[in-house]
């Protein structure tokens, strides 16, 4: 970590008579917030803080007492130490405070006319009012009151989800609407919409993208990063895949670049043309140089979920056996050779085996070569209306499989439909290849064009000429909530 957001804020002072630059709560890059007990609030109890140029400015620029900044500072050693744990983390340093006071409850309570009604069938204690629902005495905020707290817990308790937000609220609090607030809160809310892998609602059906009929139609790019060795500096492997006969081309780069790219689909290029070109966002493919190669070329390039069943598994499936093989012979002690000279000897034999959903060899389906191991006399001469026969059965297999995959993917799934205007978060990346840390999700992003019914056009760039098509498995539509 290397940044925290400090919120300062002008308090009055205990006697209520002069003012004092306080420190109300700290935020993590995550999004964890983490609330300041009254006696560690004054700036003053900062020194650290205090010592910087930063703090200078912030003293100069409050005033009037309930004025608030929040800022983000860079963490120095000094501050490191003051505020995170061996371990880099704040949670331990900034114990978790009590988010909920008792005098907001009161005051909420005094103020809601329901509670005023029925006073006298309610249970007070201490001047709190509760409500017997089933075996539990819960405390009965206003709906209102109940979305602040809701937005308090989920944040300083790190985002956590629906659920967990449930089994912390619901048994000690009752309101109006509780449990849907709790669920529209956690489902829209941004950090966790960009930071997550779970919880989300997933959109998009399957549809209109494949299975490929021909050879080229189709084509998906994947890129695998965290490679390397003594034997080579290389540290990328950047993988193409023909969706018809599942045949692969690979490049090693030290780069993600727009060139490393184009490298990899002039291997195809040069001697036949594109149709569609499934990818991910990466920063090298969703550069200009890439595109304005892909249009010289007439390739449509769509950012999809390539690891989804779109390509009945093929990347994911190919990848992992990829990744496993380099990783057995680079550890191999016999081994003498640079990973990227193992990967291009895969790839070489890769392409000679069956594959088992359309049911031949990847070379056999594009170039005709017999690669089965009779020896060469007893091999039979196909005709190349034979060949285009064992296509057609090839496209019959892959089709029962997709219609297979489909039904699974789908199971999980929303049907959606958007509209232009509409505000989207996009995914980011994907999990072989993003840094741990990195964003899942990005945007929100306006749709600016609906080009059939599972591929829209968005507005991703800071600049105004900047749009992508993405297939509607990568958005997630943005929520906006008032609370
Ligand atoms: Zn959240």
């Known amino acids: 970590m290397d940044k925290l957001r400090f919120k300062f804020e002008v308090l009055g002072s205990s006697d209520g008579k002069t003012n004092i630059?306080?420190?109300?709560?700290?935020?993590?890059?995550?999004?964890?917030?983490?609330?300041?007990?009254?006696?560690?609030?004054?700036?003053?109890?900062?020194?650290?803080?205090?010592?910087?140029?930063?703090?200078?400015?912030?003293k100069n620029s409050l005033k009037r007492r309930h004025q608030?900044?929040?800022?983000?500072?860079?963490?120095?050693?000094?501050?490191?130490?003051?505020?995170?744990?061996?371990?880099?983390?704040?949670?331990?340093?900034l114990k978790i405070v009590n988010m909920i006071n008792l005098e907001d409850i009161?005051?909420?309570?005094?103020?809601?006319?329901?509670?005023?009604?029925?006073?006298?069938?309610?249970?007070?204690?201490?001047?709190?009012?509760?409500?017997?629902?089933?075996?539990?005495?819960?405390?009965?905020?206003?709906?209102e009151f109940s979305k602040k707290i809701i937005k308090d817990v989920h944040n300083n308790m790190c985002h956590i989800g629906t659920k967990q937000m449930q089994n912390k609220i619901n048994p000690l609090y009752t309101a109006n609407n509780l449990s849907k607030n709790i669920k529209n809160h956690c489902t829209s809310c941004e950090i966790c919409i960009?930071?997550?892998?779970?919880?989300?609602?997933k959109y998009g059906l399957m549809s209109h993208l494949g299975p490929a009929t021909e050879p080229f139609e189709i084509v998906s790019i994947d890129t695998i990063g965290g490679f390397g060795g003594s034997r080579s500096t290389k540290k990328y492997l950047h993988l193409l895949v023909d969706h018809f006969t599942r045949y692969a081309f690979i490049v090693t780069s030290k780069t993600?670049?727009?060139?490393?790219?184009?490298?990899?689909?002039?291997?195809?290029?040069?001697?036949?043309?594109?149709?569609?070109?499934?990818?991910?966002?990466?920063?090298?493919?969703?550069?200009?140089?890439?595109?304005?190669f892909l249009n010289q070329k007439s390739v449509t390039l769509i950012f999809t979920a390539v690891n989804t069943p779109f390509s009945n598994g093929l990347n994911e499936r190919l990848n992992q056996t990829l990744v496993n093989k380099i990783r057995c012979k680079t550890n191999e002690i016999s081994n003498k050779l640079a990973w990227t000279t193992i990967a291009h000897n895969w790839l070489d034999k890769y392409n000679d085996t069956v594959h088992t959903v359309t049911g031949f060899a990847l070379r056999y389906l594009l170039y005709g070569?017999?690669?089965?191991?009779?020896?060469?006399?007893?091999?039979?001469?196909?005709?190349?209306?034979?060949?285009?026969?064992?296509?057609?059965?090839?496209?019959?297999?892959?089709?029962?499989?997709?219609?297979?995959?489909k039904q699974i993917f789908d199971k999980n799934r929303t049907e959606m439909n958007f509209n232009v205007g509409d505000m989207v978060y996009v995914e980011n990346?994907?999990?072989?290849?993003?840094?741990?840390?990195?964003?899942?999700?990005?945007?929100?992003?306006?749709?600016?064009?609906?080009?059939?019914?599972?591929?829209?056009?968005?507005?991703?760039?800071?600049?105004?000429?900047?749009?992508?098509?993405?297939?509607?498995?990568?958005?997630?539509?943005?929520?906006q909530t008032n609370i």
């Open 21 to 58: 630059i306080c420190i109300s709560s700290i935020e993590t890059p995550h999004g964890c917030v983490y609330n300041l007990p009254d006696e560690l609030k004054p700036a003053s109890k900062h020194t650290a803080i205090i010592a910087t140029d930063v703090y200078t400015k912030i």
């Open 68 to 93: 608030s900044r929040s800022v983000w500072i860079p963490l120095d050693a000094t501050l490191k130490i003051v505020y995170l744990d061996e371990n880099e983390n704040v949670e331990e340093k």
């Open 106 to 143: 009161i005051i909420d309570q005094r103020k809601n006319e329901y509670i005023q009604q029925i006073k006298t069938k309610l249970i007070n204690k201490n001047n709190i009012y509760y409500k017997k629902v089933n075996k539990y005495e819960k405390i009965i905020l206003s709906e």
């Open 194 to 201: 960009k930071n997550k892998s779970r919880g989300q609602n």
């Open 256 to 292: 993600q670049s727009a060139n490393d790219f184009i490298k990899l689909v002039k291997k195809v290029t040069d001697s036949h043309s594109i149709g569609m070109l499934l990818t991910d966002q990466y920063p090298g493919i969703n550069s200009k140089d890439f595109k304005d």
């Open 369 to 405: 070569t017999d690669v089965s191991i009779l020896p060469t006399e007893l091999k039979k001469d196909k005709s190349q209306l034979e060949w285009l026969e064992d296509r057609k059965l090839a496209l019959k297999n892959s089709m029962k499989s997709h219609n297979y995959n």
């Open 429 to 479: 990346g994907n999990k072989l290849n993003r840094n741990k840390l990195d964003e899942l999700r990005v945007g929100p992003f306006e749709i600016i064009e609906r080009k059939s019914n599972s591929i829209y056009k968005i507005n991703t760039g800071y600049k105004k000429t900047e749009s992508n098509l993405f297939h509607v498995t990568k958005l997630i539509p943005y929520i």
